[in-house]
T-cell receptor
Framework: NAGVTQTPKFQVLKTGQSMTLQCAQD?????MYWYRQDPGMGLRLIYY???????DKGEVPNGYNVSRLNKREFSLRLESAAPSQTSVYFC????????????FGSGTQLSVL | GDSVTQMEGPVTLSEEAFLTINCTYT??????LFWYVQYPGEGLQLLLK?????DKGSNKGFEATYRKETTSFHLEKGSVQVSDSAVYFC??????????FGSGTRLLVRP
């Protein structure tokens, strides 16, 4: 009954450090998404993967890279973290592009000092 | 561009009070509209949806009606409970089938 699993739940980085946020879903969904959530700004789409083997930029892709490793897994990498990337990051999945029912993970709280 | 605007929170109510959270959207055409809810420490989950004008979405006592005349999709509940305390997000589907979220409205219900 896992759904969408994100790791880690919390992370503190220093400016310039790199890290990868992991996401996996067990619902055989085709599409996966990475969002960031900032106070007063709601959720903004960073990258998405409509299907295995494809990735596309969302609204705020700068400073991030993604990998759709297989159908289950979609990772988000920060190559050189900046304080502006302090945020809560959510991974989500859906049955397919155009499906409005997204299933979200519980989030990763990232602080960049 | 296309957007979703929600009323700012927090909204603080007593238990059994009536709830309205306003949401308006801009878009070409008539996009599908949604309300998502985020309980403390969790990810978002779909609460209700409406796919065409005059549709009413409902779930768990919450309702929202798709009003094309006013480009609105306000969330209502007749009698809130403490367990309804959460952040509520209005959202719409964009032309490339991705969700655009509003900024969220925090609801706090006091016993």
């Amino acid at each position: 009954n896992a759904g969408v699993t994100q790791t880690p739940k919390f992370q503190v980085l220093k400016t310039g450090q790199s890290m990868t946020l992991q996401c996996a879903q067990d619902m055989n969904h085709n599409s996966m998404y990475w969002y960031r959530q900032d106070p007063g700004m709601g959720l903004r789409l960073i990258y998405y993967s409509a299907s295995e083997g494809t990735t596309d930029k969302g609204e705020v892709p700068n400073g991030y890279n993604v990998s759709r490793l297989n159908k289950r897994e979609f990772s988000l990498r920060l190559e050189s973290a900046a304080p502006s990337q302090t945020s809560v990051y959510f991974c989500a999945s859906s049955a397919g592009q155009g499906s409005e029912k997204l299933f979200f993970g519980s989030g990763t709280q990232l602080s960049v000092l | 561009g296309d957007s979703v605007t929600q009323m700012e929170g927090p909204v603080t109510l007593s238990e059994e009070a009536f709830l309205t959270i306003n949401c308006t959207y801009t878009a070409t055409g008539y996009p599908s509209l949604f309300w998502y809810v985020q309980y403390p420490g969790e990810g978002l989950q779909l609460l209700l949806k409406a796919t065409k004008a005059d549709d009413k979405g409902s779930n768990k006592g919450f309702e929202a009606t798709y009003r094309k005349e006013t480009t609105s999709f306000h969330l209502e509940k007749g009698s809130v409970q403490v367990s309804d305390s959460a952040v509520y997000f209005c959202a719409r589907m964009d032309s490339s089938y991705k969700l655009i979220f509003g900024s969220g409205t925090r609801l706090l219900v006091r016993p």
